[in-house]
């Protein structure tokens, strides 16, 4: 039986704003402030907000996070042979006036399945068996088994095989100086400074109506707030304090967003110490105020965490949230044979019970959300620390405070970060009850079917926890109020990314 779904074209999913424009006829321009990126690579890399600046995907999300079309303009799925035909839409243009094909796809999607070039995107796609094209704008994917998320993973960034071909997938000098078909091209890049990018007055779906936007590099949470005070930004994502200072003043508006975005210890189970005490984890989870840390951190905006799709309809409610429980924590120590010592540590074997938290540098949320829980956790005994390195070292560091979050279909940000070996595993976390619920639940499109593997699912990483997660944070945005269009609705992703999926529609006024 073939199910044939045509998608209507909408409008522009274009991108971004201006600003300080003293006459009407200069060119609007929109600074963000933004984190610094080494390259741009869509395909290799989780995330980025400014990748759909620059891309486009054979889909894309609209406001409330559902797939709609982007470089295909429509498809179908045939369940006999588990096979998606996407029809692309006619006469796009990569930003050098090359024309976009259907092969452009296959070389995309083919270069992050293959295992040589270390795609963290690369769980993705693994159902896919053969690629095929048609013609220039017909592609088909048949899959080996059936993967509900696939259209939500078409949102990938196309790449063009003309410029990437026969190049290093990690190393091209083509990710510092990408072309896509988005709405907005590459101008210049300063490094560690800004990125300037050009609307593209031939974007397929409609020129944008802000002329540029600049991603100016700002690593440091607390240097944004200070230049969006001094009016040398127009829009960035700040801490829930430092957007406390922008809530009633003149010419600012404040977006407070919910997102899926949540925080975490992550357990370095590649480190000899979680093999020693992965019993201890729960003593860990029982350990640490969540609710503490969303009023002194967050400022109340966020919620305890206690899973992964907290925000997603398969969310199960009913596993263990780990809510504090000092005593609890103590019990399970002390029954796993750790004695309190002197100092007011316990010890297991001669060794004191305890760990270091290591935090990616310039989120300061992240480092703040760290040393409460720290201070926590040595209220109960365990002597757990915070250190901010250089360099994060994923093999050989005992924790750090994660983050992770989809507002999209339930596999996105569960099978990549939890499935044993997979792309966006950061934990070497392996439980095959775990990796056995993810498979059934992104392999039916029955909503009943993948409840339940899900609610197995959440269960088992409950009595097995890869991550003693914290809250999930709100994304505060801040904005000059001359922007209009900001869809203040939309629930944000990963690192709050997903602003930007209307920036083409966004006026200056």
Known sequence: MKIKRLVPVL????????????????????VYGSGDYTRINPAMDEHGEINILIFNGLTAHDGENQVVPGLAESWEFDQETCTYTFHLAEGVTWHDGEPFTAEDVKFTIEAIMDPENGSENAPNYEDIEEITVVDDTTITFQLDAPN?????????????????????????DFFRNPVGTGPYRLESWDEAQAITLVKNENYFKGEPKIDRIIFKIVPDDNAKALQMEAGELDLALLTPKDAQLFADREGYTCYDMKTSDYRGILFNFWNEYWTKNR?????????????????????????AAYGPLQRNIYNNEEVEHYDYN????????????????????????????GFVISVGAGDQVRVDIAQAAAQQLREIGMDVTVEVPAKVDWGGQMAYLIG?????????HTYKVFGTDKGANYSGYSNALVDQYLTEARQSDDPEVRAEAYDKFQEELAKDPAFAFICYIDANYVAKSTIQGIAPDTVMGHHGV?????VAEWTME
């Open 11 to 30: 409008f522009a999913l274009a991108v971004s704003a201006g600003v300080t424009a003293c006459a009407s006829e200069e060119p609007s321009t929109l």
């Open 148 to 172: 509900v998320a696939f259209l939500d993973y078409m949102t990938m960034a196309v790449l063009p095989k003309h410029l990437l071909e026969g190049e290093n997938m990690q190393e091209s």
């Open 279 to 303: 019993d201890l984890i729960p003593a860990v989870c029982y350990g640490i105020d969540r609710q503490a840390i969303i009023d002194a951190v967050i400022l109340g905006q966020g919620m």
């Open 404 to 412: 992770w979050g989809s507002p999209f279909d339930a596999d996105d």
């Open 498 to 502: 997903g602003i930007f999926w209307n």
């Open 326 to 353: 000092p005593e609890k924590a103590r019990e399970i120590l002390e029954s796993a044979g750790c004695v309190m010592g002197e100092d007011g540590f316990y010890y297991r074997d001669d060794e004191k019970v």
